[in-house]
């Protein structure tokens, strides 16, 4: 979801999405074990927070905490249970690159704002060739207009606010969420050039509308 720059000799954090940047400071830096950023303050006092605790198990596994923090705004609630719904695919997207693609880095990745919409499970679901029912671990199929199909397995599946899929080089989500407004993400890991998709995916989520 958006860009992040990580300056470890300046100890600071830099998001930035849909032309919007926000800053953090880096209050814990211990490598392979504990990270923590703190935005600067929003003129009204809000602000996001974030650490992420790293605990080595026998066998060569590893513990990850992840803790969100911070002030949110006057609409809190519906802020709150979007975050909720949006830090569990994040989560699992990264469980899905450990186990997949590690150390592989994206070559390319895109997070396309759709429109508001009640109810696109069936949508979502179909794109990926997949029913209302889609559960992980079942056979994928990509069926949007304009992008390649291509099979691979269903990794994210949170009815009604998430459903994805992984290739051998990409994973997709799609996501119905805060204010029930739509996103389609990507990330690729091959040289493919991709911007066809781009549109096709922009297509898809317009015809949502």
């Keep these: 979801m958006g860009r992040t ?8 954090s830099t998001f930035e999405m849909f032309g919007n940047t926000a800053t953090s400071a880096i209050t814990v830096w211990e490598p392979g074990h ?4 703190q935005e600067e303050k929003n003129p009204d006092g809000t602000f996001a927070a974030f ?17 969100h923090s911070g002030l949110l705004g006057e609409d809190w609630e519906a802020e709150y249970n979007a ?7 994040y989560l699992a997207k990264l469980g ?3 186990a997949h693609f590690a150390p592989r880095t994206a070559t390319r990745s895109t997070f396309l704002p759709g429109p508001t919409t009640k109810d696109s499970w069936a949508a979502m679901t179909a794109a990926i060739g997949a029913g209302t029912d889609a559960a992980d ?5 990509l069926t949007v207009p304009g992008v390649e199909p291509v099979d691979g397995v269903v990794e994210f599946a949170g009815s009604p606010s998430f459903v994805g899929m992984r290739t051998e080089d ?8 805060y204010k029930d407004q739509m996103f ?4 690729y890991f091959d040289d493919r050039d991709r911007s066809a998709e781009n549109e096709a995916w922009q297509a898809w989520l317009g015809a949502l509308a």
């Design 5 to 12: 720059e990580i300056d470890g000799d300046n100890k600071t």
């Design 34 to 37: 504990r990270f923590a950023t």
């Design 51 to 67: 650490e992420w605790l790293i605990e080595a198990r026998d066998g060569g596994g590893a513990v990850v905490r992840f803790v």
């Design 83 to 89: 975050l909720s719904v949006g830090d569990h695919a």
């Design 96 to 98: 899905v690159y450990l």
């Design 137 to 141: 671990g079942q056979p994928a199929r």
């Design 170 to 177: 990409a994973m997709y989500m799609l996501i119905h969420g």
């Design 184 to 187: 389609a993400t990507a990330h």
